[in-house]
């Protein structure tokens, strides 16, 4: 009872301090919106625009149906016809252009004699995501103009039509739905630096906390208090966000708010009992926010938030498995989009219970009482 | 003027040494992002975990299933028993998509072969499209990989200039390092200055003999050094591991690094002028420094992908036009009159804080 008020009282005292510093209320009142609506409209790792310059050496009308069919499309635009390859290099090179298109003198006959010569598709790939979707849409282009040509030929291309897809859950491909676990990650990163990091060096800068060191509070009270104020103003942000997003967006459904609250209080917990055992660990200002911004970032871009889990390499792969993180993305991401319930999450739940867990009992047992 | 610029120098230069823990991290920081981050950036689709609904075994389904299994582009997961049983395991995360054979999969393929073009889809692909980076490109590796008989190399022939392996450290580690390099000279310069009012020690560097600038030029120069050796560090180590080239001019490499870390650290400066703690510091710089940069300097999210807006807000970031810059001088390998407008555009940023530094300073009492 008496450690109940105790903590009471020691959390209501961090939730004033905390709204009486204008960066914080600022940042507890711009930041969803920023994230909202600002960071989740501009992740686009597709392919809007890639320039070509083409270089027609054949001049026949199949190589005229061939940089017909990638003016055509959505994501290609002919910037450029060259009459050699050097003119075209050196747009490329000024970057002008990010792709040359070859097209090798008497391919129209080649292809006539059904042993079609190589068209030469060559890349700046400075931009590797440029490169690989671009080789990709390219290819795809000119394959797709070629089957036509030659089905003309009489050529029988045993056709893509074979296979049907079905996209689930995010068949419009929507960046939003898919942006928005990563907003309450982004979120609960800034506030576990801007709260926990802060009022922690806050307190050892005016030396306020060695009055807290000496009162009769027990540690575990002292550090559950630190982390409890961190997670009610998160719970206060989630809401925020899951309020716009409804408003703006329309998601998520009413029957996903409370496996969100589940999979976000227990990251919240563990990612903010992280920025408590960072500071036991630090002395500093600088050393405090510092290491809590290194580590959470990393943790915040290994979790797949913003490039697939799997692109990385496979010993990073295995380490990631401890990122609470990446849970968190990943069970969000199931809840908000696949409509996933709590018994389809249990791995994810039960690795984020144990993390919050493990980090919650080291913030207590790593926290001095005694300076050093 | 030059000597007492070199003792206040020497007196912060004595403070960060002396506080030998943040120095270490300081250093380390740089080193530890880059490398770790560029491996982590990659947009490259890899071991996109596929299984199998086969109602009937027969054996042309068989050897689309081995192509799956022997790209390695995939991570066959075994097969279910229908597509519902795969769909609860994509709710759970486990699996990217689903290849469904039709039951009358070789009767369809007889009727294929037989030139009847009327005919249901003997293969059915479902795709978990909530990620929105891996979906489109895993239904199109797997139409790739099961349906095309003839392989495109035999009709084009791709030529990936500059960055031959698609390595996509080539494209992140020079964002990343322009990042840290903002982040550590902005927040650490800004920072330091805000701990002198902080701590009081201001008052006594006003009674000194030097005049303001001598003090602010001093106070700046160490982080000038950490700025360009952390730099050089990650440069370094991004070419021994990753095998980063540095194909450009060295000069322009080298004096537009300056140029930026200068720019930094009058962003800093700039900072620090409106702050009165250091955690304000912090926080403020993390905000108008560390966000902005991170989401539309072009470091993770391409610049051209942006949105018109998004497009206008990086125009105006200093630190767009430098891993622009640097992008074309390592990877390209232009010379200097290639990034002439990019170093016009970060030293426009240059000169106006330069002045608004020196205007707040005027009237700053």
Not at chain 1, 236 to 263: C, D, H, R
Request: contains cysteine; hydrophobic residues 50%; aromatic residues 8%.
């Amino acid at each position: 009872m008496k450690t109940l008020a105790q903590l009471t009282a020691f959390v209501i005292k961090d939730i004033r301090q905390a709204l009486r510093s204008r960066a914080i209320v600022a940042i507890l009142i711009v930041y969803p919106f920023f994230t909202l609506f600002i960071v989740a409209h501009i992740f686009n790792f597709g392919l809007d625009n890639l320039n070509i310059a083409t270089v027609d050496m054949d001049g026949s009308s199949i190589s005229r149906r061939i940089v017909n069919g990638m003016e055509n499309s959505d994501e290609l635009t002919l910037a450029a016809a060259c009459t050699s390859y050097d003119d075209a290099y050196e747009l490329l090179w000024k970057g002008t252009v990010d792709c040359i298109v070859v097209i090798p003198p008497d391919f129209e006959s080649s292809v006539a004699a059904l042993d079609p010569q190589q068209i030469q598709v060559v890349l700046n790939a400075v931009n590797t995501t440029k490169g690989t979707l671009g080789s990709k849409y390219v290819s795809g282009n000119i394959l797709t103009t070629l089957s036509h040509c030659l089905e003309e030929y009489g050529v029988s291309t045993s056709g893509t039509e074979t296979i049907s897809e079905s996209y689930l859950y995010n068949p419009s491909s929507d960046y939003i739905l898919f942006m928005v676990p990563t907003v309450l990650l982004t979120i609960a990163i800034a506030l576990c630096t801007n709260l926990t990091g802060t009022s922690m060096s806050n307190e050892k800068n005016s030396g306020t906390l060695d009055l807290l060191n000496v009162s009769p509070m027990k540690k575990s009270t002292l550090v559950s208090a630190k982390i409890l104020t961190c997670y009610l103003f998160s719970l206060l942000e989630m809401a925020v966000v899951l309020f716009i997003g409804k408003l703006a967006y329309g998601i998520p459904p009413m029957s996903a708010v409370f496996p969100i609250f589940i999979i976000y209080s227990l990251f919240m917990w563990g990612i903010a009992a992280f920025s408590v055992i960072v500071s036991n660990f630090t002395e500093s200002t600088v050393q405090i926010l510092l290491m809590v911004s290194l580590t959470t970032t990393i943790l915040q871009m290994m979790s797949g938030a913003y490039t697939p889990v799997r692109s990385m390499p496979r010993w990073l792969q295995a380490i990631n498995c401890a990122n609470p993180a990446q849970y968190l993305i990943s069970s969000l991401r199931s809840v908000y989009l696949k409509g996933a319930r709590l018994s389809d999450l249990t791995l994810h739940i039960s690795v984020l219970l144990a993390s919050a867990a493990i980090l919650w009992s080291t913030a207590i047992l790593t926290y001095k009482k005694r300076s050093l | 003027m030059i000597r007492r610029i070199y003792l206040i120098f020497k007196k912060e230069w004595l403070h960060i040494i002396r506080d030998i823990r943040t120095f270490i991290l300081v250093m380390l920081m740089p080193l530890l992002l880059c490398n770790l981050l560029s491996l982590v950036f990659s947009t490259d689709i890899k071991d996109i975990s596929v299984a199998v609904c086969m109602p009937e075994s027969s054996p042309r389904a068989m050897e689309i299933v081995g192509k799956l299994q022997n790209n390695p582009a995939f991570r066959f997961r075994g097969f279910v028993a229908s597509a519902a049983e795969g769909e609860k395991l994509m709710k759970s995360d486990r699996l990217d998509a689903i290849l469904i054979f039709h039951p009358d999969f070789d009767r369809i393929y007889e009727k294929i072969d037989n030139g009847d073009s009327d005919f249901t889809p003997p293969i059915e692909i479902l795709v978990d499209a909530s990620n929105c980076v891996t979906g489109n490109a895993a239904a199109m590796y797997i139409r790739s990989a099961v349906g095309h008989p003839q392989s495109a190399s035999d009709i084009i022939s791709e030529k990936m200039l500059y960055n031959p392996g698609l390595l996509s450290a080539y494209t992140f580690q020079p964002g990343i390092m322009a990042y840290v390099c903002v982040f550590l000279c902005a927040v650490l310069s800004a920072v330091s200055l805000v701990r002198e009012m902080e701590s009081g020690t201001v008052d006594a560097l006003r009674t000194a003999p030097v005049t303001r600038y001598e003090t602010i030029v001093g106070k700046l120069l160490p982080y000038l050094i950490i700025g360009i050796v952390s730099t050089a560090l990650a440069m370094l180590s991004g070419m021994l591991l990753h095998g980063i080239p540095m194909r450009g001019s060295i000069s322009a490499i080298i004096l537009l690094t300056m140029l930026y870390i200068i720019t930094s650290l009058l962003l800093g400066l700039m900072i620090s002028l409106f702050c009165t703690n250091q955690t304000n510091a912090y926080v403020i710089s993390l905000a108008v420094v560390s966000l902005p940069v991170l989401y539309f300097g072009g470091i993770i999210v391409p610049v051209e992908n942006l949105p018109d807006w998004g497009r206008h807000i990086s125009d105006l970031l200093y630190v767009r036009w430098y891993t622009d810059a640097i992008r074309k001088l390592m990877i390209q390998g232009v010379g200097w009159s290639q990034v002439l407008r990019e170093t016009l555009n970060i030293s426009y940023t240059t000169m106006l804080l330069l002045v608004s530094c020196i205007f707040k300073l005027k009237t700053n009492r």
